[in-house]
């Protein structure tokens, strides 16, 4: 991962956080994902994350020295009554830092190389990756996102991995390739309550190097979260 990357993902990052630029203009994901939606996004949404997390470690100075994935990993560790802020804007900023990270008009490219390779042996074929990613997101009840994510402890298998609120799966061991947020904030604008309709479309928006470096980087052990 180079340092333009390392910025934008903010992987490493130690108190006090700061919000990663968006790494393209707000219409960039047009027609998927509206530009009103993306600047709201990030420039509200993500930032209210941002210091919230901030504010809730702020007497914790323990903690200013870890990165935030290591406070994730080690949720249990936070003092109880900074815990549930921790989680919910911890696991808020850093789910939203991989989404920008990921996306990009495709054109309707599906994965090549080690990430076709992967999702063929892990699911049979993209489009039942496909059916069943979009069936996970679908199905989550309220907020939440819904993860492609690689399980260590099984062998570095891939698999599908809905969370609620902004819970990450950092706090069950398991590496983030990829994902969507469904929280409304995410789709409303554009697809109202039709958010079936939005995990369909957010395949056009899926920047499959960046999910491939991601994948390489746990795949080769050079990333650990
Ligand atoms: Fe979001």
Redesign the pocket.
């Known amino acids: 991962m180079d340092a333009t990357q390392q910025a934008q993902t903010n992987v490493g990052q130690t108190y006090p956080f700061a919000l990663p630029p968006l790494p393209y203009a707000f219409d960039a994901l047009e027609p998927i994902i509206d530009a009103q939606t993306m600047q709201l996004?990030h420039d509200k949404?993500?930032q209210v994350y941002v210091d919230n997390l901030n504010n809730a470690l702020k007497e914790h100075t323990q903690f200013h020295n870890q990165s935030l994935e290591q406070i994730l990993q080690n949720i249990d560790q936070v003092p109880e009554a900074a815990r549930t802020a921790v989680r919910n804007h911890g696991g808020?900023h850093h789910?939203?830092s991989m989404?920008w990270q990921i996306m990009k008009r495709n054109d309707g490219a599906e994965p090549q190389g080690a990430v076709k390779q992967a999702i063929e042996r892990d699911f049979g074929s993209f489009d039942a990756f496909k059916t069943q990613f979009n069936e996970a997101g679908t199905k989550l009840f309220g907020s939440g996102w819904v993860f492609l994510v690689v399980d260590q402890a099984n062998g570095g298998k891939l698999k599908i991995q809905p969370m609620p609120n902004?819970d990450s799966p950092l706090m069950q061991n398991l590496q983030v390739v990829m994902g969507n947020?469904v929280?409304e904030?995410?789709y409303y604008l554009r697809y109202q309550n039709k958010r079936a309709d939005y995990l369909k479309a957010w395949w056009d928006v899926i920047n499959w190097d960046a999910v491939g470096e991601r994948l390489n980087a746990f795949q080769s052990g050079k990333q650990q979260f």
Do not use: L, P
Request: hydrophobic share 25%; proline share 0%; glycine share 8%.
């Open positions: 996004h949404h993500h808020g789910n939203h989404f902004q947020d929280w904030h995410a």
